[in-house]
């Protein structure tokens, strides 16, 4: 069987966050004014505020304490500032990396491009083709359909026949333009 203290010690440690942000990671800092809570640097200027107080007070101990445990703060935070610029330095150096090599592939783009330009007989030709060579009257380059023959079969046998002229329309009946009738409307003059 297992005591509770193992069992507590284990819960802890399993809830403790590894590594991480440590600028803006709460400290819980057990001081000899008792516990100081806040960022590293809240609780840097929280012991400097209390080394003041005792030096002001002439406790020369206990202004050495605290001084002590904000250097211990002081430190971790110079440490944690230090990881993270390595990081943003590494970070930008690998941007840089990239952007050159993005940068080497587009000039090598735009001068295989010139040379295309500069060189016409390297440059891909489309093929001609002559779709005139069987028939004996021109074309207009665009592609036969099944109406489109039918069209012209219809066009040949116009050419047989007289013209037709185009239908007259009737006139629209009188009625329809003036109503008659026993209303409100004016008779014309005799």
Do not use: C
Request: no cysteine; net charge neutral.
């Amino acid at each position: 069987m297992r005591s509770s203290k193992s069992r507590s010690r284990a819960k802890n440690n399993r809830n403790r966050p590894s590594g991480g942000n440590v600028v803006n990671r709460v400290f819980d800092s057990s001081g000899p004014e008792g516990k100081v809570r806040g960022t590293p640097q809240q609780i840097i200027d929280k012991y400097n505020q209390l080394a003041r107080d005792a030096q002001l007070a002439n406790d020369r101990v206990a202004a050495e304490n605290f001084q002590q445990h904000a250097e211990h703060y002081l430190r971790l935070l110079s440490e944690a500032q230090r990881e993270m610029e390595a990081r943003r330095e590494e970070q930008e150096r690998q941007n840089r990396e990239r952007q050159a090599e993005r940068d080497r592939e587009r000039a090598e783009r735009q001068e295989r491009e010139a040379a295309r330009q500069a060189d016409p007989a390297e440059a891909p030709q489309p093929d001609i083709v002559d779709l005139n060579a069987d028939s004996d009257t021109p074309e207009s380059g665009l592609v036969e359909t099944p109406e489109s023959t039918g069209a012209k079969a219809e066009a040949a046998e116009r050419k047989d026949k007289p013209a037709r002229r185009p239908r007259a329309r009737k006139p629209k009946a009188v009625e329809e333009q003036a109503p008659q009738g026993g209303g409100d409307a004016p008779e014309a003059a005799e």
